[in-house]
C-alpha cells in the first residue's frame, strides 16, 4: 500500500497550521500527514474527521492526542512538547531489548507482572485487602475493557474512553455508587498509570498513556468534600431517631454497635477502619485521664516505631464503653458479625443515615473532613493538626504524652462538644438550643 501523501512540511506545529488542517480534511480515512521541518518527527495526522498531534517513526504513527480547531497557543505547544519528548524516546529505545518485549505484552500480561511485583515489594507495607481491591479494579474494568491489547496499541483516546465508560459500568451494577461512578474510574485510571509506570521502569514502553496531564481525571465535587451545617444537624437527627427506636425496644436499621461507632467517627474524625473498627479493646485508655486509643501503626509509617494517639472526648469515651461485646468478641474495639471478627467498615451505615437523612451520597471519609474544617476556629491550628496525626511526635514518645497530652485532651472534648452542637445533641426536651 503507497504510503498516504504528505503535505509541505511546516517550521512549527501551530495552532494556525491546526485550523488549516481542519479546513483540509482528508479525503478517504488514510488521511496524510504534515510534517516539522528539521528531525523532530512530531507532525499531524490528519484524517475525514480528526485532526492527530504524534510521532511517526519506522513508518509508525505513535498519537499523543485528538486536537480541535479553536486550540490555543500554550494548549498546542503543551502537546506539541509531549510529542518531541516521546519522539525522543523512541530513538533513545532503538536499541534496547526490552522494548520489543513490551511491544508484544498484552495489558493482561503486563497485570499479572505488575501484580507480582506489587506483592513481592510492598507485601509487608501494604494490607491484604488493599490488593484485593486492586485486583478487583482490574478484574472489573481494566481487563474487560483492553486486557487484550498489546501495550502499543493503548493509547491516550483508548483510556480516555475507558475513563467514559466506567461510570456508566459501576452505576449499571451499583446504582447508589459514590460520585456516579467518577471515583471508581480514578481508581482504575490510577491503576492503569501505576502499572504503566512499572512497564516504563522496566524498558517496555516508551510513555505513559494514563498519565494524569494527557487524560485529567474527574474532580470531586464540593459535596463529596465536605458537610455543612444543615447536613450535620440532619444527621443528628436520624441517629437520635435510631438510637430512640432501640432503646424503646423497636426495629433499627442500624444496630447499637454500628451507631455508636458512626458517632465515635464523626467526633474525632478517624480513619474509621484502621483506627478505629480493626483496633483492640486493650488499645483504648478509656478510664485515664487524658481518654485515647493508641494506633501501633498509623497511615505512612515506614519504621519499627511510630503510630499515634486518637484524643477521645467524654462522649466518644461514652460511645465506645456502651458498644456491645460477645464473650468471643471481648478483646475487639467494635466488633462485627461473626464471633471475634471486626466490624469491617462503616459505608453500607453510613449510605443508609444519608438516605434517611435525604442527602447526597458521599463517603465516610467526609467525616475526616467535616472534623478538619469545623474545627478550625474551635482549637489551636497545632492542636487541629495533631489530633488528625498530621504532625507530632510518636505515640511511644512518653514525654510528649505528658506534656501535650492534657491540652490535646482537651482540645478533642472542644470539638466534639462543637460536632455535638451542629448534630443537635444538645437541644433540651423543648426543642430549643441550650443556652451559652
Given at each position: 500500500?503507497?504510503?498516504?501523501?504528505?503535505?509541505?512540511?511546516?517550521?512549527?506545529?501551530?495552532?494556525?497550521?491546526?485550523?488549516?488542517?481542519?479546513r483540509k480534511p482528508a479525503p478517504s480515512e488514510a488521511g496524510y500527514y504534515i510534517l516539522e521541518k528539521g528531525r523532530t518527527l512530531v507532525c499531524l495526522r490528519v484524517r475525514k474527521t480528526t485532526v492527530q498531534i504524534g510521532v511517526r517513526h519506522q513508518s509508525r504513527w505513535y498519537s499523543v492526542a485528538n486536537l480541535h480547531a479553536e486550540m490555543s497557543a500554550p494548549e498546542v505547544e503543551?502537546?506539541?512538547m509531549a510529542a518531541r519528548q516521546l519522539a525522543r524516546q523512541l530513538q533513545d529505545g532503538e536499541g534496547l531489548p526490552a522494548l520489543a518485549r513490551g511491544r508484544s505484552m498484552t495489558l493482561a500480561h503486563l497485570y499479572r507482572e505488575f501484580m507480582a511485583d506489587l506483592r513481592d515489594t510492598r507485601s509487608d507495607t501494604m494490607s491484604a485487602r488493599t490488593l484485593e481491591s486492586y485486583n478487583d479494579v482490574w478484574r472489573l474494568y481494566l481487563l474487560p475493557a483492553a486486557g487484550h491489547l498489546t501495550l502499543p496499541r493503548l493509547t491516550v483516546d483508548l483510556v480516555r474512553q475507558i475513563k467514559r465508560d466506567i461510570p456508566a459500568l459501576v452505576v449499571k451494577s451499583r446504582p447508589e455508587a459514590t460520585s456516579?461512578?467518577?471515583?471508581?474510574?480514578?481508581?482504575?485510571?490510577?491503576?492503569?498509570?501505576?502499572?504503566?509506570?512499572?512497564?516504563?521502569?522496566?524498558?517496555?514502553?516508551?510513555?505513559?498513556?494514563?498519565?494524569?496531564?494527557?487524560?485529567?481525571?474527574?474532580?470531586?465535587?464540593?459535596?463529596?468534600?465536605?458537610?455543612?451545617?444543615?447536613?450535620?444537624?440532619?444527621?443528628?437527627?436520624?441517629?437520635?431517631?435510631?438510637?430512640t427506636r432501640l432503646a424503646r425496644g423497636g426495629d433499627s436499621p442500624l444496630s447499637q454497635r454500628t451507631l455508636l461507632a458512626l458517632r465515635v467517627a464523626i467526633y474525632t474524625g478517624v480513619r474509621h477502619r484502621s483506627e478505629l473498627l480493626w483496633t483492640r479493646l486493650k488499645w483504648c485508655r478509656l478510664n485515664d485521664a487524658v481518654?485515647?486509643?493508641g494506633i501501633p501503626r498509623a497511615k505512612g509509617d515506614r519504621g519499627?516505631?511510630?503510630?499515634?494517639?486518637?484524643?477521645?472526648?467524654?462522649?466518644?469515651?461514652?460511645?465506645?464503653?456502651?458498644?456491645?461485646?460477645?464473650?468471643?468478641?471481648?478483646?475487639?474495639?467494635?466488633?462485627?458479625?461473626?464471633?471475634?471478627?471486626p466490624l469491617y467498615r462503616l459505608n453500607e451505615a453510613w449510605r443508609v443515615v444519608l438516605r434517611a437523612a435525604g442527602l447526597p451520597e458521599v463517603p465516610v471519609k467526609v467525616l475526616r473532613h467535616g472534623f478538619s474544617t469545623h474545627s478550625v476556629g474551635v482549637i489551636a491550628p497545632e492542636h487541629r493538626a495533631q489530633l488528625l496525626g498530621h504532625r507530632g511526635r510518636p505515640m511511644t514518645d512518653t514525654v510528649y504524652l505528658h506534656r501535650h497530652g492534657p491540652d490535646l485532651a482537651r482540645a478533642a472534648a472542644l470539638v466534639e462538644d462543637h460536632l455535638r452542637d451542629l448534630l443537635g445533641d444538645h437541644q433540651p426536651a423543648g426543642g430549643r438550643a441550650r443556652p451559652d
Open positions: 500500500m503507497p504510503r498516504p501523501p504528505a503535505r509541505p512540511p511546516v517550521d512549527r506545529i501551530n495552532p494556525a497550521v491546526i485550523k488549516e488542517a481542519f503543551d502537546l506539541r456516579g461512578g467518577r471515583c471508581m474510574a480514578n481508581a482504575a485510571l490510577q491503576q492503569l498509570y501505576a502499572a504503566l509506570d512499572f512497564a516504563y521502569r522496566s524498558e517496555w514502553v516508551t510513555r505513559n498513556v494514563a498519565s494524569a496531564q494527557l487524560v485529567p481525571r474527574y474532580e470531586k465535587r464540593r459535596s463529596e468534600e465536605f458537610l455543612d451545617a444543615e447536613a450535620y444537624a440532619a444527621i443528628g437527627q436520624v441517629l437520635r431517631d435510631f438510637e481518654p485515647r486509643i519499627t516505631e511510630g503510630g499515634r494517639w486518637i484524643f477521645l472526648g467524654p462522649d466518644a469515651v461514652r460511645c465506645l464503653k456502651a458498644i456491645p461485646r460477645s464473650p468471643e468478641s471481648e478483646h475487639l474495639t467494635v466488633p462485627g458479625d461473626k464471633p471475634g471478627q
